[in-house]
């Protein structure tokens, strides 16, 4: 697609339940980022793939946060047992490039809120 | 440890000029972004520095100097539209690291 897209847009949860957000990145763009906003602040970076390796993991929260890119394109961010504190804007990014030099391209994110 | 720092909130009146200042410490640098981040939005891409000295691009200018850590941001003849949140990154490699961004308003 022209762009990177993610769904779903928006998503509330129960504490406690789990989730999967969905990140489609442009096609070809080696380098897929995850990222969480919370609400004024800056992007934090969760993790990182190229292609299907995943080569860093070192933002992910707990061990309750999990993500996958098994086919080096799609990948998706699924959080369990979700709590209060996991309310935030979960950014998805993608880069042609093996590195971040050349800057990312970002989806418009899902807003996740949990209740 | 990796520290990028930019004020939180800065006002300017329609059609002047204003600069968001970033520093940053990090472990590693390969380059310094700067995104523009409407309410609810993607940010979106507007300036790379990779040397020392300034960059510019039609309204938007951005200034690096290496050696003390330092960039800015430069807005001429501001929009009520430049409204937004910037973020400063710092390209560590492997991944852009984030500043808190600094929420932009533009009044008439």
């Known amino acids: 697609g022209a762009g990177v897209s993610q769904s779903p847009r928006y998503k509330v949860a129960k504490r406690g339940q789990d989730v999967a957000l969905r990140c489609d990145p442009i096609s070809g763009h080696v380098s897929l980022f995850w990222y969480q906003q919370a609400l004024g602040q800056g992007p934090e970076f969760l993790t990182y793939f190229q292609n299907e390796a995943q080569l860093d993991k070192s933002g992910l929260p707990s061990d309750r946060f999990f993500a996958e890119r098994p086919e080096g394109s799609v990948s998706t961010l699924k959080i369990q047992r979700t709590q209060q504190e996991d309310s935030a804007v979960y950014l998805c990014?993608?880069?042609?490039?093996?590195?971040?030099?050349?800057?990312?391209?970002f989806g418009s994110g899902t807003r996740l809120t949990v209740v | 440890g990796q520290n990028i720092d930019q004020p939180t909130e800065m006002t300017a009146t329609e059609g002047a000029i204003v600069q968001i200042n970033c520093t940053y410490q990090?472990?590693?640098?390969?380059?310094l972004f700067w995104y523009q981040q409407h309410a609810g939005e993607a940010p979106t891409f507007l300036s790379y520095n990779v040397l020392d000295g300034l960059e510019e691009k039609g309204r938007f200018s951005s200034f690096l100097s290496r050696s003390k850590g330092y960039s800015y941001l430069l807005l001429k003849e501001l929009q009520m539209k430049d409204s937004a949140s910037y973020l400063c990154a710092v390209s560590n490699t492997d991944k852009l690291i984030f500043g808190t961004g600094t929420r932009l308003q533009v009044f008439p």
């Open positions: 990090t472990s590693g640098f390969n380059g």
């Open positions: 990014a993608s880069s042609l490039a093996k590195t971040a030099n050349y800057g990312y391209t």
